[in-house]
């Protein structure tokens, strides 16, 4: 399972920006580009990473009416990317706009379903419903709409594993506790064993001792 993982690299000064993406193996990883390195660098975040021969997962996480969402899509489908994001939340409307966006291009476009650091008293308070209940939902209306896969905790890989049409891309991922803003968590080992297709990590592999050590051995363990 080569290029499963997606390294998440959150920075807002380019320097910052290139040095981690410049130590990485683009053979082993994808790098996503989030809304904290898109807003302050831009095109050019997107553009060196692709430089270095990365493939690109583009997570502005979008959601607004649907000719908003089209028309955002089409200014962006011309940049290097394989991968963006949409909120499922937004509508079938919307996610099918989506589609129709990136029609004539390979890129992928896939739906979160609720953030990863959202507990169930969140969702219970936002939605009336558990995570689990509400990703259940979005699941089925990403289905209908007929987006390529969803975003997802590795705690409801087991409710996108039974959607068979579905990809899931799980943030979340953690190699040891570390009490951070993240609550539905799960190692590498386990996500994948779950039936992950991607698996979003940052922090883990961006602010340790040396990333690319640490990133190739969270690849081995997975492959």
């Not at 831009?42 to 990473?49: D, M, P, S, T």
């Not at 990317?81 to 890129?107: F, P, R, Y």
């Amino acid at each position: 399972m080569s290029k499963n993982i997606i390294v998440a690299v959150d920075e807002y000064h380019l320097d910052a920006f290139k040095n981690i993406v410049d130590c990485l193996d683009p053979n082993l990883c994808m790098i996503k580009v989030g809304s904290v390195s898109f807003n302050a660098l831009g095109h050019e975040a997107i553009l060196h990473a692709s430089n270095k021969g990365f493939d690109i997962f583009l997570d502005l996480k979008l959601h607004d009416i649907p000719n908003t969402v089209k028309k955002s899509i089409e200014g962006l489908k011309a940049l290097p990317i394989n991968m963006l994001t949409i909120h499922t939340s937004g509508g079938v409307q919307m996610m099918k706009a989506a589609i129709e966006a990136v029609n004539g291009t390979d890129i992928k476009v896939f739906g979160v379903t609720a953030l990863t650091s959202l507990t169930d008293d969140d969702t219970n308070i936002i939605y009336q419903r558990d995570a689990a209940s509400q990703v259940n939902a979005m699941l089925e209306i990403a289905i209908q709409a007929g987006i390529d896969g969803v975003v997802c905790s590795p705690h409801e890989l087991k409710l996108v594993k039974q959607k068979e049409s579905l990809l899931s891309i799980t943030p979340g991922i953690r190699l040891s506790d570390l009490n951070d803003d993240q609550s539905r968590v799960m190692t590498p080992q386990k996500a994948i064993e779950l039936g992950a297709n991607y698996l979003v990590i940052g922090r883990p592999i961006t602010e340790a001792a040396d990333p690319q050590n640490t990133l190739k051995n969270i690849f081995n363990s997975i492959n």
